[in-house]
């Protein structure tokens, strides 16, 4: 389980992970070939996969309404 209460949190321990808005960060993984966006809820401690895809895949969506896992 994480502990992250703040996207600051987030940050000490992900540094090259993207803070977004409606509370989104966005992960490169395998070399930023692929991305990979979350939905944290800091105070209950919840992660929703919201996207992932290809880094091509991810310049088509927009950050902070997509809903597709």
């Excluded at 703040?6 to 977004?20: D, M, N, V, W, Y």
């Excluded at 993984?29 to 996969?49: D, F, H, P, S, T």
């Amino acid at each position: 389980m994480f502990n992250w209460s703040t996207p600051q949190e987030l940050k000490q321990h992900f540094g090259r992970a993207s803070i977004c808005g409606n509370n989104r960060v966005v992960f490169d993984i395998g070399g930023n070939k692929y991305r990979l966006v979350v939905e944290i809820q800091y105070l209950a401690k919840i992660v929703w996969i919201k996207f992932i895809g290809t880094h091509k895949q991810y310049d088509e969506i927009d950050v902070e309404s997509v809903n597709e896992y």
